[in-house]
C-alpha cells in the first residue's frame, strides 16, 4: 500500500511543492487521478505522445535517454514533491526521456490542459516550475561532467550528498536515506558497474561516512562525504585506475 502524501512543511526541500504557498499546493492535490507504481515501473516513454503531468507524492524516479551508440544517460532524479513530465506538458511535444521508479510509489496523472490552466491561475506555481525546471538542468549538466571526468567513488558521494541534502531537513550532519534503493540501483543512477559501484560504498563505509542496510544508507558524515564529492579524499577508491 502506498504511505500517505505528506502533510504540508513535509515536502522535501527544492521540490516543487516546498517551493508552493499553503493553497497552491492544496489546490495542485486536488487535481487530476491517484496512481501508485512499482519498482522500476516505467511510467513515461521517451518519444512517447502523452502529455501529462505527474505529481510525486510518495518515491523516488529516474529520467534517462538513449544516446546515439545506445548508452543510456541520466538526466535526473525526482522525489516526491516534484513534478514529471512538465516539459511535453508545456510545449506539446513528445517525451525527451523514460521515467522509471526506482522505489513504490505513488503520485497524482494530471491532463496537460488541467496543468496549465492551473499555472495561468496560480502565478507562484509559474515560478517554480520555472526554479524546478533550471534546477533539472543544472543537475543534468552536473551529472554530464561527473559521468567524462571523474571516477565512480566521486560520482557516488555526489549523488549520496544531494540525496542527502534533499532529506537533510535541518538534522543535523546524519540523514537516513531510507528509499528502498539496492545497490544496483545506485549503479544504474551512478552510470557504473554493480560490482563497482558496490565496493566504493565498502569504501565510504569503511571511512565512517555511511552505514549500509537492505535497500537503505545512512550518511554518517555529510561533511566527510563532500570532501569525496569534491575530489579530496585520499586514493582513488577500489578499481579506478590512475
Known sequence: MANPTPRPGDWPAGTFMSMLPPRARAGLLE????????????????????????????????????????????????????????????????????????????????????????????????????????????????????????????????????????FLAGRGNQVELDLGLSQGDLADLVGAEEDTTRKELRVLRDRGLITLGYRSLTVLDRAGLARVAEGNARGRGAGEKP
Open 31 to 166: 487535481l487530476g487521478t491517484e496512481r501508485s507504481f512499482k519498482r522500476r515501473e516505467v511510467l513515461m516513454r521517451e518519444g512517447d505522445a502523452t502529455d501529462h503531468v505527474l505529481l510525486l507524492c510518495r518515491g523516488l524516479v529516474k529520467a534517462t535517454g538513449l544516446q546515439e551508440n545506445g548508452r543510456e544517460t541520466l538526466f535526473s532524479i525526482k522525489v516526491g514533491g516534484d513534478l514529471v513530465g512538465e516539459i511535453a506538458a508545456m510545449d506539446g511535444s513528445c517525451r525527451s526521456a523514460t521515467v522509471t521508479s526506482c522505489v513504490q510509489g505513488h503520485g497524482r496523472v494530471i491532463s496537460a490542459a488541467a496543468f496549465r490552466d492551473y499555472l495561468r491561475a496560480v502565478p507562484d506555481a509559474h515560478f517554480a516550475l520555472t526554479r524546478m525546471i533550471i534546477q533539472t538542468l543544472k543537475w543534468a549538466d552536473r551529472r554530464r561532467l561527473d559521468f567524462t571526468g571523474y571516477p565512480t567513488l566521486v560520482r557516488l558521494a555526489r549523488l549520496l550528498g544531494e540525496l542527502a541534502d534533499t
